[in-house]
């Protein structure tokens, strides 16, 4: 009885062997035929009552069924498992011969593209594009631009001193008095570059920014010539009617000196962190040179004389693209950077 029974449980879970579709499948049919509830486990309890000789005749059998069956799950198993694989790898399948992408192309910083334009706009106007040194001597930061050690303008750029006496600069003017140094008159140069004060830092107001500085030396220049010059420079950047403002400014090199301000472009002049209020964002500091500072550098006031602007690069690039917190400019956010 028994023995049929082997057989025909045997027969039928071998046939389901054969038809399985997916390695589910087969496992399914070993839990029925071989597991704990199993059909054959169910018959080996039932070999407890036979006699001791059938039991062994059984038993063999009973072997054979459970070693047939689990060889040919294991076949089956494994043929599944490698067609499994082999979509795997299909799908996964990479060319390896093909030339790599190589590392996703950055773009310039919103400040150095602007920068650039900047550039290209005064080299044809016939200005040359000069540099200076960042840790400057308080010779060319303050003194040569007519701001000797008592004076008080020197604390309005809070200064980062060095122990050698030397300076992280304020603001580019330096590179005026290098200019100067190093190039007789007529003389026509920007500056562009870091400045550094020592300063708590908030929505308009960064220790370390961007200036722009510029210098016109010649004959007869008159504070016409320089409007000009913002005007045109303004024009460029923004490419459309931007709402200035210019007040009387102090700065010990200029005389006499300009602030020009921009109407927020943030807020459209009603008012937010970024011009602290008031609607305007200084901009745009400017002016006649002070005969002074051109006799320092040895220039003689009597033949020539000129204008200089400071321009606040930083503070520029937030209303080109309407920034409303100079802090990202600076924050190494690649998904701020993107979008320019
Ligand atoms: C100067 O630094 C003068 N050297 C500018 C100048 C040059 C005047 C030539 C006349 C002739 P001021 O301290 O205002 O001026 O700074 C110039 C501009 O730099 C400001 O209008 C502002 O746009 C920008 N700026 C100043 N401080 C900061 C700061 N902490 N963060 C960002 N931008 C600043």
């Given amino acids: 009885m028994l023995e049929n029974q082997i057989s025909e449980l045997q ?118 594009v000069l540099d200076g040194p960042e840790v400057e001597t308080e010779y060319h930061n303050f003194d040569a631009l007519n701001i000797p050690p008592e004076h008080p303008a020197r604390d309005s750029q809070d200064t980062f001193w060095l122990t050698d006496g030397n300076l992280l600069r304020t603001h580019t003017s330096p590179v005026q008095v290098r200019g100067m140094e190093r190039f007789s008159p007529p003389l026509r140069m920007i500056a562009p570059g870091r400045a550094f004060r020592n300063e708590s830092v908030d929505a308009s107001h960064e220790h370390t920014f961007y200036q722009l500085e510029g210098m016109m030396i010649d004959r007869d220049v008159s504070v016409a010539h320089l409007l000009y010059f913002m005007k045109t420079l303004l024009t460029e950047v923004f490419r459309r009617e931007v709402t200035v403002r210019l007040r009387p400014g102090f700065f010990p090199f200029v005389e006499p000196g300009f602030e020009l301000d921009i109407q927020c472009v943030i807020c459209g002049g009603s008012g937010c962190a970024v011009c602290k209020h008031s609607g305007w964002v200084e901009l745009l500091p400017c002016g006649l040179v002070n005969p002074n500072v051109l006799r320092i550098s040895g220039i003689d006031t009597e033949k020539w004389n000129g204008f200089a602007f400071g321009l606040g690069l930083t503070r520029l690039v937030m209303m080109r693209y309407g920034i409303d917190d100079i802090r990202l400019l600076q924050s190494g956010e690649l998904r701020f950077l993107r979008q320019f």
């Fill in 11 to 128: 027969a039928a879970a071998l046939k389901r062997i054969a038809a399985a579709h997916s390695a589910d499948e087969i496992e399914a049919v070993r839990v029925e035929a071989l597991g704990r509830k199993g059909a054959l486990t169910q018959v080996s309890k039932e070999m407890g009552k036979l006699a001791p000789e059938e039991r062994a005749r059984v038993g063999k059998l009973l072997n054979a069924a459970k070693q047939a069956l689990e060889q040919a799950l294991d076949e089956r198993k494994q043929e599944f498992d490698a067609s499994a694989l082999r979509a795997q790898l299909d799908a996964e399948w990479i060319d390896l011969t093909l030339p790599s992408p190589g590392p996703r192309a950055g773009s310039l910083h919103p400040i150095t593209q602007i920068q650039m334009e900047i550039e290209d706009l005064f080299v044809s106007l016939g200005f040359m």
